[in-house]
């Protein structure tokens, strides 16, 4: 029996891993295989699982906690799209707060069920316009949720400067240097998911066998705890409706900037925020990933429409109460000025509780 290949693409809050995954599922699907998508948050209602599925892929979720606490809820995911779909390579795109997962997912997969699932080696990928900012300590981020981003980037196989084509090539030679000598010898890819820049070398990094998956972290969960605590998270489901149809980008390029502009004085660290739009017939998905970069379509709909279900993920350094406050304002206040009717299915706000990983291994033997 053939072994199912898991692909687990790691890295912080908005460094890229939906595009990625979307670029890598379309590339092993012109290649004649079945492909998998496995999403994972700690509240339901993800973007990236709606925007995925609109676009046509396979994808299942694991909700209301991240993988390593959901262990079981993970396979049970894994081998629905295996035995029913079919799946020959499943993409697994963790929470972007989470940590620690060679320990708690990937050698878990590989002790356990090593007969079933063959482990690609592990990449995180790593914002560009976050890097030296966050490695030298300048990024509103505090210590201790930098300190989740340094370990994501510790026990990572291959580290991936993603969003290379948002950077000056000066200070793109500078980030390298910089992970060479916090990260000595663990390779440095450097690609745009976007455009597909350096894509290739990726996807061939991803095809090796050897030794990979066996970083185990010295790891204080105490500090992780808190580190992923200190974002405010937040995930909201609103269905709109007008007497008239309104343009769905243009929509959501106004609510995603009116809450980047409500956060900007507060001098908060936006991780990232993203807000799709579904009518029904057509999709659009609009990013902010960091405080100080203007927002974008990364799925543009081109379309307009008299209704639509919107949903919104935020996820900044910054109390959840303030963010439920400032997101419903402007939901709010953007319709009114469109002339369009929200209705709030959902609004959940919260900080993401301490991990309690369902197995962790503490050597790769």
């Not at 390029?253 to 925020?273: F, K, M, S, T, W």
């Not at 350094?317 to 709010?332: F, G, K, Q």
Request: charged share 20%; with cysteine; glycine share 6%.
């Amino acid at each position: 029996m053939n072994r199912v290949q898991i692909v687990m693409i790691g890295g912080f809050l908005g460094a890229g891993k939906s595009t990625t995954i979307r670029r890598l599922a379309r590339g092993y699907l012109d290649q004649g295989k079945r492909v998998g998508v496995l999403t994972n948050d700690q509240a339901p209602d993800l973007v990236d699982t709606l925007s995925l599925r609109a676009q046509g892929f396979l994808v299942e979720e694991v909700a209301s906690a991240c993988f390593c606490c959901k262990f079981n809820d993970l396979i049970a995911k894994v081998s629905l799209l295996d035995d029913i779909h079919g799946a020959d390579i499943i993409l697994v795109e963790p929470v972007g707060s989470c940590t620690d997962l060679v320990s708690t997912v990937i050698l878990p997969l590989r002790k356990l069920y090593g007969d079933r699932f063959d482990i690609a080696p592990y990449p995180v990928l790593f914002k560009a316009t976050h890097g030296l900012r966050i490695l030298d300590a300048n990024s509103r981020f505090s210590p201790k949720a930098s300190y989740v981003f340094r370990k994501q980037l510790e026990e990572a196989d291959l580290i991936v400067i993603n969003r290379i084509d948002e950077i000056a090539a000066a200070e793109l030679a500078q980030l390298v240097s910089a992970l060479d000598q916090h990260f000595p010898g663990t390779p440095v890819l450097q690609m745009s998911a976007m455009t597909g820049q350096g894509f290739g070398a990726f996807t061939a990094a991803l095809a090796q066998r050897g030794g990979f998956g066996r970083k185990i972290l010295d790891i204080d969960y105490d500090v992780y705890a808190e580190g992923e605590a200190e974002l405010g998270w937040l995930n909201a489901t609103i269905c709109i409706n007008a007497s008239e149809k309104f343009d769905l980008d243009t929509l959501l390029l106004q609510i995603i900037g009116r809450i980047r502009d409500d956060l900007i004085p507060l001098e908060v660290e936006i991780a990232h925020l993203k807000v799709t739009a579904v009518d029904g017939t057509s999709i659009g998905v609009a990013n902010v990933v960091a405080t100080d970069l203007k927002p974008e379509l990364s799925v543009r709909s081109q379309c307009k429409s008299a209704t639509a279900q919107v949903v919104i993920n935020a996820r900044v350094a910054v109390d959840p109460e303030t963010l439920r406050r400032i997101v419903c304002d402007r939901v709010i206040s953007v319709c009114q000025w469109a002339t369009i009717s929200p209705r709030f299915i959902s609004v959940q706000n919260f900080r993401p509780g301490r991990p309690i990983p369902t197995h962790r291994y503490s050597a790769a033997d």
